[in-house]
């Protein structure tokens, strides 16, 4: 590779960077100020994207070519900043006083129905938009033609930079933007309506958003995928430039952009007689980078550590040991599930899906260690479910290990992956600690999407089926039941345990903790490898379960799952991650039947409980059952 391709690659890389800033400068300036970890901020991108190929042939008509398309970039923008002020209105005034995770649930539900509202006005397909007016020739630069529009793209990052400087520093409104990211309650003290400078911030947010997506209507077509693509991306800039930090999320970009464009530079590679190629490190370079600038600067480049979290409101009960009636109830739900297989005569349905609710109880319940007694929201509980449903079935296909023992490997794989991550993970808090998960996630997604020979590629693994007496629906299943019992079990011993208290002790209060002798370090990374262990239990289940694996097991979206299970269930209850798996289980299975919009039900769904349940399904019921 010549010292000329590396530089073109590299200039490249600006017009790239400058779309990243452009989400991830909205996304800061959110967080700053209104502590929501906005997850349909992506949705505003892609609204902003699909605003603009539609407004740009029908201004044309109108105002000839140019003024349309420039027209249409920024009647996309005005258009998504008031649909944000409409949402913060509506929604998110709402949900203030609830706990941080309950309001990223409801993003979350918000990102369903965004995309589904979009999926319903523009359908499936990939909508192309018009050439940018004037710059459709390229320049030639080192013996290459670079097209002007990414050129301007490449202009455009850092004038938007300097004007949110500008503003920022040099407004009314930027001292008051800049003054509720250091301090909120300071502000609210000073009189300042807190309620209209939300609704600006999150409107400026959004709007920002939606020009940079429609800055790209002449690079890619407007398509369904790209919320959640641009959303992962943002979050990653947005942390490796720091909380908060304008200038970090510029240089983030930059930093995130120009490694992309060094690994395409340089292509496939020889180090030592081992070939590599660099090309395929672009699926995960972000987080790559995330992951070692974390490490080394445990806030981002320009962050500071974040205020502790306020409690809100009587959100949390003590956690107790169960009564009698509790007692009852759990051995009444227990002789439900094990009766399973009898209902299987009638309907063979029943014993598949009861089977995939257990698997998702194991699963959020390994999560909830974390997220309950923890304080720790992990954005990439997914990875030891992956480790466990590969390492089960390789052991099962390849070296033909009898069912149990493949299970163990498995399980052995995931509790490694978890020991290993876990160990730079707990030095992290908040949103950094999430983020870092998620990087190490998506690094072990990378690895399996792309060891063809051990993982099988994008095909993955199959033929991954039990031996006798497993190899049944009724016999599956009970084993699938025992396993998920005994984990429970081992969860609830420990939440009790002097591991338990400690772990709680530490979410409360981590400098009461250290100063009582209490190695909190040691102690969450105890539990973050007990949690991991018990995921990969539950992915070598699900691997049973479906007969195969595939690099989805370890996508963005199934750590996600696991966040709405706890979350829908609730956080401040041992009993929270089995009623939210087991119902958001069920509203999968019910709403994805009924209608081909079921991301947007289901987000209704979701948001609605949110709203009526801002403690989870488990607080709803506890205070039902204490109301006289």
């Not at 060094?262 to 490190?281: D, P, Q, W, Y």
């Not at 009582?516 to 969450?524: C, P, Q």
């Not at 379960?545 to 696991?562: F, H, L, M, Q």
Request: aromatic content about 8%.
């Amino acid at each position: 590779m010549s010292f000329e391709s590396l530089l073109f690659q590299a200039v490249n890389g600006f017009a790239s960077a400058s779309g990243l800033f452009l989400v991830a400068a909205g996304l800061s300036i959110i967080f700053g100020v209104t502590r929501i970890v906005n997850m349909a901020h992506g949705s505003f991108y892609m609204l902003g994207l699909y605003l603009a190929v539609t407004l740009a042939p029908r201004l044309g008509e109108v105002f000839g070519d140019a003024l349309g398309f420039w027209g249409a970039i920024l009647g996309a923008a005005l258009i998504t900043a008031a649909l944000g002020a409409l949402v913060e209105v509506l929604l998110l005034r709402r949900i203030y006083a609830a706990p941080e995770l309950y309001q990223l649930l409801a993003t979350f539900a918000l990102l369903l129905i965004l995309s589904d509202a979009t999926l319903a006005l523009w359908g499936p397909e990939d909508i192309l938009g018009p050439r940018a007016p004037g710059l459709t020739g390229t320049v030639e630069l080192l013996g290459r033609q670079l097209p002007d529009s990414d050129i301007f793209l490449a202009l455009i990052g850092p004038i938007v930079l300097i004007v949110l400087h500008i503003v920022l520093t040099r407004t009314r409104f930027g001292r008051l933007v800049r003054a509720a990211t250091q301090d909120r309650e300071m502000v609210a003290a000073l009189g300042i309506n807190e309620a209209v400078l939300f609704t600006a911030v999150f409107a400026l947010g959004t709007g920002i958003a939606g020009f940079g997506g429609a800055l790209q209507m002449a690079r890619e077509p407007a398509n369904l995928a790209l919320d959640l693509s641009v959303l992962g991306d943002a979050f990653v800039v947005v942390v490796i430039g720091g909380l908060g930090s304008i200038r970090g999320a510029y240089l983030a970009a930059l930093l995130v952009a120009e490694v992309k464009a060094l690994c395409t530079a340089l292509g496939i590679v020889e180090v030592a007689g081992f070939t590599f190629n660099m090309s395929r490190l672009t699926l995960v370079a972000e987080f790559l980078v995330m992951a070692v600038v974390l490490v080394v600067r445990p806030h981002g480049l320009f962050g500071r550590p974040l205020p502790p979290a306020a409690r809100r409101g009587d959100m949390e009960a003590p956690l107790a040991p169960l009564g009698q009636r509790g007692r009852f109830l759990v051995l009444a739900a227990l002789a439900l599930f094990a009766a399973v297989p009898l209902f299987g005569l009638v309907s063979s349905y029943a014993p598949v899906l009861a089977l995939d609710m257990v698997i998702a109880a194991l699963f959020a319940a390994s999560l909830h260690l974390l997220m309950g007694p923890g304080g720790l929201a992990s954005f990439g509980h997914a990875a030891y479910f992956g480790l466990g449903a590969y390492g089960t079935a390789y052991a099962a296909t390849v070296l033909g290990l009898p069912t149990p023992l493949a299970l163990g490997v498995g399980i052995i794989t995931a509790s490694a992956g978890a020991v290993l991550f876990g160990w730079f993970c707990v030095r992290l808090e908040g949103v950094y600690f999430a983020m870092l998960t998620l990087a190490f996630a998506q690094i072990v997604w990378s690895i399996a999407h792309q060891w063809e020979e051990v993982t099988g590629g994008s095909n993955g693994l199959f033929g991954v089926w039990p031996d006798a007496p497993f190899d049944s629906a009724g016999g599956l299943y009970l084993a699938a039941l025992a396993v998920t019992v005994l984990g429970l079990v081992l969860l609830r011993r420990l939440v009790f345990a002097p591991l338990g208290l400690a772990l709680r002790a530490a979410r409360d209060s981590r400098l009461r903790a250290e100063a009582s002798g209490i190695a909190v370090e040691k102690v969450r990374w105890l539990a973050f490898a007990v949690a991991g262990t018990l995921c990969g239990a539950a992915g070598g289940l699900f691997a049973f379960a479906k007969g195969s694996i595939s690099p989805e097991a370890i996508s963005v979206g199934r750590s996600i799952d696991g966040l709405v299970m706890v979350l829908l269930g609730g956080v401040h209850s041992l009993m929270g991650p089995l009623l939210g798996a087991g119902g958001l289980t069920l509203l999968q299975d019910m709403v994805m039947r009924e209608s081909p919009f079921w991301r947007g039900l289901l987000g209704l769904l979701i948001l609605a409980l949110v709203l009526a349940f801002p403690s989870g399904l488990a607080g709803g019921l506890r205070r039902v059952r204490s109301t006289p």
